[in-house]
């Protein structure tokens, strides 16, 4: 995507091909600061503290923070602890051990001398791989927003909330949840967001930032909004992303989806969700086997904006801060995948992902 | 309610018996300041600026403004224009005008010469109802929490998530939600609270502070994280305030409160609502007609912590900020009144109002 008319994605290897370049998300929407990983250990700690987030983002900075740790070890023994202090980050997105796992079958099977290139190759690809799914989910998106932009007449702007930041800078580029908005927005349908906030982290202000850069209309509401909006017609549909899509279709996202797709359904508001097939996860079925990450209190009790950080609470106070919800999968209008959009289902997933059928028989 | 052992209303004629003592709380959690109000042009600032803030004490804080008003120009149309000054202060909360109405019905019988001295008196004895209120919706609602403690095996803390401040912050004292919740920890009943932060202006800070004041255990999260905690069973039942309850039992109350309702209702938790009788508006049947207040966008777009304000968004992102919602009756388990508890429903309703049924017979 563009800043300023140049394009950037949101990782990428440093021009001279000895580090990765990021985007430091926790300096945005104030300030934009890249970032030079150059080591694992920086790799991973830009997951941890959230300088890189985003399901596929964080995916893609594995794949690169293995191709970090293999040039400085490329033993069997290095990329066992590279692929285990990168998988130790985060524990809620699987695009996460998606990538690692891709990084290593490749790897694995080179000798030691032609790791770091070979993970190397195989991180661009996962990138570029990506790219290519999130275009993939903006085509079928689009299809969906033309249909309700269609059936209000064609008069007026369609109306989507979103939760969270599902943009590009949650992605490599694109985006998830966004895609199909940058798509219908470039084909001429009159859009207008409604941006969550999304507290604690307020990753809102980097949806309102992504839309402002791309000359989206929309407005910022505070999480608690969303419901009176829906309530009042003022939401045609709602599209999130995912950090994690059970094989029944239950889906883990930001805190606080739930609470937007459970109103959704009392509000008659289609609920959808986007994601790259790497986001779904074969291995579970109900989505609260799925861990849950808990940040800690510091998030909740202070507040950083553009001055600095400030505390809303006085000392001592307890808080506290899981970062992810489950939304059943009944909830759930429909799945928009890299492959189309399908029921919120086993069922539905299978129409898509036939191979998966096979495996289980 | 007692503050660090010493008894406090929020609102109270100063000593002098020449103003009223008001606890500014824009300035809460992070200083007790108290503030004086004089005229009443102080007055409607002091609630158009929420320096105090809830239904209840809107309500009063009205009362001593035409008090205040009448002692400068007790004719009559000083009356009347005192009356719509206050009145115009904020829209949403029934409170406000219930409380004018019964200051100028008695005020206008008597004589200009002593309007003054009848509203002071007329305003103490809404103060003193308001606290009586409060303390009976404490004891039927402390029969509901015993309920559920001993539902719970009584071993165990019973877990109540409230919404927005409806504590004694935001009446005169004792609280509506809150008021149970304290005679439910004063009577040995193990309570604890998940206090919903409250964006846009953070109200969840003034109940952590009044729990912690009352040695309540608690927790605070941010608003999306309720839907959360009552999928996992961590919230027992569900108690807030509103603003203005209709003849039917749809009940408005702070920005947020439907989708916890909503959530609730899907998780199969008790949702109960709090209120005095003068929150009761019986001139609406239906919610949506409730006039809702929009409070403009600078408070979603900055946030006031200890160490002044910080901005969260770059200039110019466009926000909006509704102040309020409705939660239809069908939502609500239970309406918690001064005279009971009753289903959110006009019947439910005239078991406790009678008088309301042959008025309107």
């Avoid at 994690?244 to 008659?268: F, M, P, Q």
Wanted: one cysteine or more; glycine letters at 10%.
């Amino acid at each position: 995507m563009r800043i300023d008319g140049v394009h950037h994605r949101s990782i990428a290897p440093t021009d001279d091909g000895e580090a990765v370049r990021i985007i430091d998300q926790t300096r945005l929407p104030h300030a934009l600061v890249f970032g030079r990983l150059e080591t694992l250990e920086e790799s991973a700690d830009a997951i941890a503290s959230m300088r890189v987030r985003g399901a596929p983002l964080i995916g893609a900075t594995a794949a690169y923070g293995l191709w970090l740790g293999l040039r400085a070890d490329p033993s069997d023994g290095g990329l066992g602890s590279a692929y285990e202090r990168l998988l130790a980050t985060r524990p809620t997105a699987v695009n996460l051990r998606w990538a690692l796992d891709a990084v290593r079958d490749v790897v694995s099977k080179v000798a030691p001398e032609r790791r770091s290139e070979t993970a190397f190759a195989e991180a661009g690809r996962i990138c570029d791989e990506d790219v290519a799914m999130n275009r993939a989910i903006g085509e079928h998106g689009l299809a969906l927003i033309r249909t309700a932009f269609e059936a209000a007449g064609g008069r007026r702007p369609v109306n989507i909330l979103t939760h969270c930041n599902a943009g590009w800078l949650a992605t490599v580029d694109f985006g998830t949840a966004l895609a199909p908005i940058y798509l219908a927005h470039d084909a001429g349908i009159p859009i207008h967001v409604w941006v969550d906030e999304t507290r604690p982290r307020n990753q809102g202000a980097l949806t309102a930032l992504e839309l402002r850069w791309h000359g989206v209309p929309h407005t910022v509401v505070v999480d608690n909004a969303g419901g009176h909006l829906m309530q009042r017609g003022e939401v045609d549909l709602c599209i999130v992303g995912t950090d994690r899509t059970t094989a029944e279709g239950d889906v883990c996202n930001k805190i606080g989806t739930y609470l937007k797709a459970v109103a959704a359904r009392d509000c008659g508001v289609p609920f959808y969700v986007a994601l790259p097939h790497p986001t779904l996860d074969w291995s579970v079925a109900d989505g609260r086997e799925i861990p849950i990450e808990d940040r800690g209190p510091g998030e909740v009790v202070r507040v950083v904006g553009a001055e600095g950080s400030v505390g809303l609470y006085p000392e001592g106070t307890v808080a506290s801060n899981p970062a992810f919800d489950v939304t059943p999968a009944r909830l759930v209008t429909a799945l928009i995948t890299d492959r189309g959009v399908c029921s919120a289902s086993r069922d539905g997933l299978l129409t898509l992902f036939p191979e998966r059928g096979e495996t289980a028989a």
